[in-house]
């Protein structure tokens, strides 16, 4: 970065340079350099990267792209087009309604970061670079060219503040820094995009069926990585592939237009989520998925009390365990100290019904405390639920619960006859065990989203969001503060316990260990609230991709091994320092979290 | 004095002219050995400005916190319309008094409108069921919210920015739009504290219209300020609070002219001052023509010329 020391010197004069790149090729050169190279990227996926098939995904086939070589001709398709767009190439406008260069940048830094990743990996696992074939070297030197000429792409340079002649040297090393942090900003800053033009409603909601489609099958990608390699490669991807799209303001565009048509959208999303079963062949994945929803679901029964209440609840999987024990001890399991066997609308209602109790009774008394006092109980609530569970075996305590052994042998639910313990073939498709529990599991996800949509938009949900901007303020505005937080509490509590009914079904046993306060699997209290606040608190969308990814990382990257909270923790504080609003912001709390920013007056419903 | 305006847009929580709506009486308020209100009575009537000013300190929030429920009094009670307040102060604001704050208060990160619609909590009923069911009846509740919510904004001139975020208002739209948030409970007494404080010439001039607007809809409006000129201007009464205690109360003339309140606000006068008569005279003389250039309620604040001791 020795160009910036040039940069600071020449605003000394302020003339109108023109605008240059972060290195020093001539524009036009780079440009053509970012689109040649991604081409021959895309081109070179099609070489051998390797001489064995040692290395996961088989990298050594001709003409048939493999494993992380898909990845990134995806990316290096990507990066084409946007170069392409940005030459301003007839019918490729609508790619790059915010400007091309900054999304030209991160698409081939993306499939750069790829490209290197899968080269350097391919040299680890086998031992030195002698294992990469030609196209290995071709793939790293075309991403490398790709790359430099993107950053060789012209863009508008910050005007530096100008020195305090008293500055020690401490001081204008900051300030140099400062400056130079603020060009790589806008290195890759986008323009704000030109509005969507008006379609024909069919058109909308086409694309929308487009964007679910193209969700549906990197989520469908995502889950199904088989090693490691491919699934960093994946997070790679994806994320630079992401926010390529959102320098393009291709996403800004698609939010305002499901903005548009919000039901469609959620109904389209879950229609899509429902698809999901069919992908796969084996029951493998279903696995995850269903796992992926039960714990999603809490997090966006958590949202209610966090995002929208602002109630800090640090032991809310205990609400999950209420629910979880009450089907377990209705459900006819062996274990169960009662013999009953409830139908399955009956155990959902149990479930529901004690969570809720216990919400009330656990929110009664501290709901008067504001802040990390709530906190603070609702931690030791969370413990004590699973302390006081580990105890009523029989002999410390009540033989309720069977102790550190829990309710065992769950058996499976059937649902006006239909078995979701057995394989079912529909259309063709086999429907194994964990996709019937998805299905079941996804009613159970759309009656949660129904509920935090309409009670977050209406005189209640209002109330909830007051209280948590200026709690005094809201008493003075006649909000009965005490009793609409217990609203949000309970309503919280029993959203959990409805998730937790399914759960003790899918899971066969419920034990205390399975609600801890901070595990390595989620759900545990602190992944739960980690999800909300990852994917964006106050969000519909947030909490769910929060709890997709925190699912699947720890799941996926098992060579992390005893390092795996340690990176997680690492990931948080940098995710919190760089983007507290979340990766799904709210639009009140982006606002809320850059006020520097220009960001616009008007708040406007955008994001289902 | 009894207000001449014609009552033609009645607000919904307003009653008959005349009739006592708040009613202090012996209010006094400790906290540990510090007595910050001792036995302040106060009335207001419907239709009535009343003002409420005293030194830094002398007790007036304190004295307003007691009236909204934010502190139970010590002694003394306070009665709205005839029935003593509860402690809570959102049942305070459900019983019809509302208030705002002299460090602007709003949910910032609320829109304009939802700031209002939150106001209009206690007058609306829909509960969570009722939210999640989405029946005809939330519909019509929600809609009825919304056009109350949106007249209030028109009222107060807020409108057309009923999609921004509270946050992103200027100053002085930011204390109207608290205005607009506590006029939405419908209240029958409204509590100003300092609305014009940090505010410019024309925007407090912009504040006293609005204020006499509400009054003239029927609601009766207690303020607190610190800026004279306002308060002499808008008020048909004043009361002055000094270190706790009610000094004087009474039309602004009076109050104006008494030798306390000078004392208590500037220090005592020397003896024999030959420059704090020409003074008082001057500033006086200077206030009543301000206010006789102003309004109507300059025929009220005239007769205070005969003040020059």
Redesign the interface.
Known sequence: MTTQTTASTTAAAPAATTPTGLIGIPPHIGRALATGGSVLAVISTFLAWTWTSAFPGNLTVYGYPGGLQVLVLVGGALATLFALASYGVKGLGWLTPAGADAAVKYATLGTFATAWYTVLAISFDLGGLVNLEPGGYVVAAATLIALLGALALPFERPEPDPFDPDDTGWERFKHNTGHNLAILRAAFAAGSPRPVRALPSYAEILIIVAVLALALVVFTYGIGTEYDELFVGFLITAGFGFSALHRSGLITQASQITARHQNITVCGAFIAAACFPFTQTDDQYATLGVYILIFATVALGLNIVVGLAGLLDLGYVAFLGVGAYAAALVSGSPSSPFGVHFPFWAAVLVGAVASLVFGVLIGAPTLRLRGDYLAIVTLGFGEIFRIAVNNTDGTSGPDLTNGSNGIASIPDLKILGFDLGVQHEIAGFTIGRFANYFFLMLLITAVVVLVFRRSGDSRIGRAWVAIREDETAALAMGINGFRVKLIAFAVGATLAGLAGTVQAHVTYTVTPEQYLFAGTTPPNSAFLLAAVVLGGMGTIAGPLIGAALLFLIPNKLQFLGDFQLLAFGIALVLLMRFRPEGLIPNRRRQLEFHEEDDAPAVLSKTGA | MTTDTTTKDTAPGASAPGTTVLDARGVTMRFGGLTAVRDVDLTVSSGEIVGLIGPNGAGKTTFFNCL?G?YVPTEGEVRYKGKVLPP???KV??AGI??T?QNI???????VL?NV??????R?K???W???L?GPG?HK??AA?RERATELLEFVGLAAKA???A??LPYGEQRKLEIA??LA?EPGLLLLDEPTAGMNPQETRAAEELIFAIRDQGTAVLVIEHDMRFIFNLCDRVAVLVQGQKLIEGDPATVQGDERVIAAYIGEPLENDPGAAEAAEVEAAEAAAEAEAEDEAATDAAPGKENDR
């Open positions: 909204t934010l809570k102060s959102f604001t459900a509302a208030r704050f208060r709003l949910f910032a990160n609320m829109t939802e619609l939150v106001g209009r909590h206690t609306t829909e509960g969570f009722s939210a999640v989405r939330f509740a929600e919210s999609d921004h975020l946050r992103n948030r506590a409970s």
